[in-house]
Structure formats: structure tokens, C-alpha cells
């Protein structure tokens, strides 16, 4: 069993800095698919939902040995 090292203040800004980064880049993502079939608004909540679950198992997958 290999012994873990204690969360740093480091780590967390790390980890939050990774989860806005992924929930930014897909509203964005959805904010551009809105823009061009003319639904803005609804696919930027959309793809800021969705951003937001998939930075979670983002973040979660890349700090899974802390």
C-alpha cells in the first residue's frame, strides 16, 4: 500500500482551476453551436451543465491518487 501525501492548498487550486476550464470550454462549445442554429441562450445553460458533470469526472479521474 502506497502512502498518500496530504491535499495541498496547491491541489485544490488545481483541481478548480481544471473543473472551470472544462466548464468553460463546453459553454462555450454550446454558446457557438447556439449562435448558429439561433438558440444562444439555451445551449449555452446546455453546454454549461454539461461542462460542469464532465470537469467533476475530469477533475476526479486526474486526482484520483490524493
Do not use: W, Y
Not at 457557438?32 to 446546455?46: C, D, F, N, W, Y
Not at 470537469?55 to 486526482?63: E, H, L
Request: charged residues 10%; hydrophobic residues 60%; proline residues 3%.
Amino acid at each position: 500500500m502506497t502512502q498518500q501525501r496530504p491535499l495541498t492548498g496547491r491541489d485544490a487550486a488545481g483541481a478548480g482551476a481544471l473543473l472551470l476550464s472544462v466548464n468553460a470550454l463546453c459553454a462555450g462549445a454550446g454558446a457557438a453551436i447556439g449562435e448558429l442554429v439561433g438558440a444562444l441562450v439555451p445551449l449555452l445553460l446546455v453546454g454549461f451543465f454539461i461542462g460542469f458533470f464532465l470537469g467533476i469526472a475530469v477533475v476526479s479521474k486526474r486526482f484520483r491518487n490524493l
